[in-house]
C-alpha cells in the first residue's frame, strides 16, 4: 500500500505546491490574527485608556492591508493556475482508456473489447482517461496522483497523466451516487511497458454469449445491484457459488446452517428476511413474491445450478 504522501503521477508536484502554499498562508494568518486580536484587547482596554481618542482613517495602513492580500490571492491564484492548465491539455501521444463509472463499480476498457476491472497502466507513458458514466454522476479520484474528475452521464468527461511512480494506488469514487457508493473503489497498477504489454496480450476478451434466462431475470430485477456475481461483497451475499453453499442463517429461534437449494434460495426471494444470511442486514430486501412468477424463480434457480457446475 502507497502512501498519501507519494507524488505518484507527473501533475501531483504541482498539485501539491497550490495546496501547500495556501495552507501555509491560512496558518500564519490564524496564528497572526489570534495574537494581534489578544495584543488589541489588551493593549487599547478602557483601563489603559481613560480618554478615548477619535480616527477618522490611516491612508498607510489601508493601502497596505488592499495591497498585501491582494498580491497573495494573485499568487495563490498562480500556484492554481500553473497546476490546473496542464491537466486540461492532452499530450498527442496519450494512450486512452474509457473509464466506465456505474453503481457500484468502475470498469477501464482499452479497446478491443479488452476490458478490466484495474487500471494496469506503462510506468513513464501518458495516458488519457475518457470518463463515461453508465447510471449517475460519480467521480474518479486517485489521490496518490492528484487527480479527480466528475463522470456524468451524457457528458464527454476526461483526464490525463503520466505515471512516475510503479506500484499499486487506490482508487475513489468521491461523488456520493447512492448506497454502496463507499464500496466503489478499484486499484492503479502501475507496471513496466514491457509487463503492461504482456498484461494487456494476456487480457481475456469476455466471450459475448447470450445470458441464460435465469441472469436475465435476475438483471431485469436489479438483483445484481446488491448481490455481485463476481464473488465481492456488496449489500447482499453473492451470487458466485451460491448454489448447494452451506451458510448460517439468523432466524426467529436462532442461528442455523442452511445449504443453499432450490428451496432456500426460492424462500429468499419471496421472504427474504425470514432466514437471514449471518453478517448481512435484515429489512434491506424486499418480498420479489409479486414481481417474479414461479416459473421465472425456477429460471433463477436453475441459472445458480449451471453457473456452480461450469465453474
Ligand atoms: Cu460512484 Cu460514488
Redesign the pocket.
Known amino acids: 500500500m502507497e502512501t498519501l504522501f507519494n507524488q505518484g503521477s507527473n501533475l501531483a508536484e504541482a498539485v501539491d505546491r497550490a495546496f501547500i502554499f495556501i495552507f501555509a498562508i491560512s496558518f500564519i494568518f490564524t496564528i497572526g490574527i489570534t495574537v494581534l486580536m489578544i495584543y488589541i484587547l489588551v493593549h487599547f482596554s478602557r483601563k489603559k485608556n481613560k480618554n478615548p481618542k477619535q480616527f477618522s482613517h490611516n491612508t498607510k495602513l489601508e493601502v497596505i492591508w488592499t495591497v498585501v492580500p491582494l498580491i497573495i490571492v494573485l499568487m495563490m491564484f498562480y500556484y492554481g493556475w500553473v497546476g490546473f492548465a496542464p491537466m486540461r491539455q492532452v499530450p498527442a501521444d496519450a494512450m486512452p482508456v474509457t473509464v466506465i463509472?456505474r453503481?457500484?463499480s468502475w470498469e477501464f476498457d482499452y479497446g478491443n473489447g479488452k476490458v478490466s476491472k484495474e487500471l494496469v497502466l506503462p510506468f513513464n507513458k501518458n495516458v488519457k482517461l475518457n470518463l463515461v458514466s453508465r447510471d449517475?454522476n460519480?467521480?474518479l479520484f486517485i489521490p496518490a496522483f492528484r487527480v479527480k474528475e466528475d463522470v456524468i452521464p451524457g457528458y464527454e468527461n476526461y483526464m490525463w497523466f503520466r505515471p512516475i511512480m510503479k506500484g499499486t494506488f487506490d482508487i475513489y469514487?468521491?461523488?456520493?451516487?447512492?448506497l454502496a457508493?463507499s464500496a466503489?473503489l478499484s486499484k492503479v497498477i502501475v507496471l513496466d511497458s514491457l509487463e503492461f504489454k504482456q498484461w494487456l496480450t494476456e487480457l481475456k476478451v469476455p466471450d459475448n454469449l447470450p445470458d441464460p434466462p435465469g441472469l436475465v431475470i435476475i438483471k431485469a430485477n436489479a438483483c445484481i445491484t446488491c448481490h455481485s456475481l463476481d464473488g465481492s461483497k456488496v449489500i447482499g451475499p453473492t451470487f458466485k457459488g451460491l448454489y448447494g453453499r452451506k451458510t448460517l442463517v439468523v432466524t426467529e429461534s436462532g442461528d442455523k446452517e442452511i445449504e443453499a437449494n432450490d428451496e432456500y434460495i426460492k424462500k429468499s426471494i419471496t421472504d427474504p428476511n425470514a432466514e437471514q444470511v449471518k453478517g448481512y442486514n435484515k429489512g434491506l430486501m424486499q418480498s420479489y413474491k409479486e414481481k417474479i412468477s414461479a416459473e421465472d424463480l425456477d429460471k433463477i434457480v436453475d441459472y445458480f445450478k449451471i453457473s456452480v457446475e461450469t465453474k
Open positions: 463509472g453503481m457500484w449517475v460519480h467521480s469514487c468521491t461523488e456520493y451516487c447512492g457508493h466503489m
